[in-house]
């Protein structure tokens, strides 16, 4: 089963939703779970049961942060699981805890690696019983880090924001133009916001578009292609294998049965 919540209206320009997962697998039936790439940050809290990546033996801490990513993943479980996650824009990282996104972009690590509180979070976010519990501790440790927000900054988070709604050609100079920075100023503070290059980033954002586009019922492919930004359907079959690790095709019929959690369906 799972859910989204929405934040608090003064975490909202930094978290997306909360998110509540929970299932059974076993050992005659492992419950897998497909990661693609994908442009936001993500705190993941297992508070009850593990995952393994798949082909390995070890398995994944029960708190971790997880950075940009731009290839899929697979994880599977032989027992109940609850997990609990909370989706930021990539350049939460940045203003919340003063460390460029782009240090995260590729990894996922435990908090302490990064100077955060792990103790804190580990008793009382894995120690919560409900999703309000949970809600509540995780924004009693975030709002603390929310600092004032200078306009340039500003601007660039209201850009970044924006870009998973827009589609079409969307040249460097002109990005760089609205927020009133020059190309190279802006390419730099561009990647420590969000992980990746500025064409980088763009091809997820055409990529995730495509991704709610396919989840809707009656969809082909080609209108998912032309609708989402990209030149040919070419193009669109080749960053999808990429990042899915699967063709469009295939995703839309498993999209209900391995990929678990993905997206807000809002």
Known sequence: MYKTFQPSPILRPFVRFYWQ?????????????RSMADSGVEFIFHYKGTFRPEGLQEVDPTILLYGPSLKPSRFFTTEAFGIFGVYMYPYAVQQLFNIPTSDLALYHVEPFQLGL??????????????VSDRISTIESFLIPYLVHIDRETFRLQTLIQSLEHRSGKMPLTRLADEVHLSPRSFQRKFKSFTGFSVKTYLRLMRHQRAIQLLNQSACQLTSVAYQAGYYDQAHFIHDFRTFTGMN???YHRQQTQDLGYLNDPH
């Open 21 to 33: 997962y929970e299932g059974i697998g076993s050992v005659q039936k492992p419950y897998y779970h």
């Open 117 to 130: 509180p792990q103790d804190f979070l580990e008793d009382e976010m894995l120690g919560a019983k409900t």
């Open 248 to 250: 469009p095709r295939a």
